[in-house]
């Protein structure tokens, strides 16, 4: 809770009433009296102690607002109370976009679907092959695939995503594109020219996943190999195969499951940070995401949709973390006490 305050705080302190809201919707056609009403409807004319209290009435689920700001602002949710003064539980209230004129809920909910398939894409694609290299590497410690798995996690981490996604495009998705069969850039969804119908493109899905999941894959790998070796020098280990069970079960079910909670903590934070920072390579790709559409506002200057991606950045940085917490007690009994 404490993030999102400070996350909504520094937003508002960033973007409220940054420029000339009046220009930003009218352009330069504005009059002075158009401009005064917008910026009365904007709250601009208010304190800035009372804009904030007004914006964090608008974006907070449980809120205060009068009958002709649930019309006019087309609230969703259940008010009770007199006309003037409605308590109610309610879908925050992102605000409206300066270009559009939609609300940004709307807008951010079209491009929300793309940003978490690249993100799960890509996280899916860095722990199996992060976890399948670093148990690879540890159980031929010494030998020349540890050392290529090492080396080659190196590479993955010093890597800037930038260059990696700009020599990736170009490579696969230019220059062998023939045999690859892949595009520079592309959403996850077309446009059926006849029919005017959406339609799945997955292909498309397939570079920006792998630029996303570099960096990741190399971390998951190198902290695997760590903590299973770190895991296979215990006592229990031992007694296991003292006991004869088979390799199989000692490395799978004993070594390799007791050793996940370093792995899980960099799944999920990675996980979180790729849905709030794919940004560049959402714009690299052309793919629709939040990103995309964070970059897209900025250039145009639609303030209301960054405040509004950025908090919904936010909430699912906070939202993966606690999942995490969640499943130490699931992978390792120990975290459940």
Known sequence: MAVLVGVVVVVFLLFQGFGDP?????????????????????????????????????????????????????????????????????????????????EVGAVILEALPGTLMLAFAAMLLAAILGISIGVLAALNKGTWLDTGAIFS????????????????????????????????????????????RRYLTLSNLVLPAVTLGIRPLAIIAQLTRAALLDVLQQDYIR???????????????????????????????????????????????????????????????????????VLVSACLFVLVNLLSDLLYGVIDPRARL
Do not use: C
């Open 22 to 102: 009046a220009r930003l919707v009218m352009g330069q056609r504005a009059d002075k009296m158009t401009q005064e009403n917008i910026r009365r409807d904007l709250h601009l004319d208010q304190p800035r102690w009372k804009q904030f209290l007004l914006y964090l009435n608008d974006i907070s689920p449980i809120a205060i607002h009068s009958a002709g700001e649930i019309q006019q602002k087309e609230l969703k949710g259940l008010f009770i109370g007199p006309v003037a003064h409605r308590f109610g539980i309610k879908i925050p209230y992102l605000r409206r976009s300066y270009q559009s004129k939609r």
């Open 153 to 196: 996690s190196i590479l993955g981490i010093s890597a800037p995503s930038f260059f990696m996604a700009i020599a990736i495009a170009y490579l696969f998705g230019f220059v062998w594109s023939k045999y690859t069969g892949l595009n520079m850039t592309g959403s996850w969804f077309d446009l059926d020219t006849q029919t005017g």
């Open 239 to 309: 007694t296991a195969v003292a006991k004869g069970l088979s390799r199989k079960v000692i490395i799978w079910k004993h070594a390799l499951r007791n050793s996940l909670n370093p792995v899980i903590t960099a799944i999920t934070g990675w996980f979180a940070e790729l849905l709030a920072g794919a940004f560049f390579v959402e714009y690299i790709f052309g793919w629709k995401g939040i990103g995309k559409l964070t970059v897209d506002a900025l250039e145009k200057l639609d303030f209301p949709i960054v405040m509004g991606s």
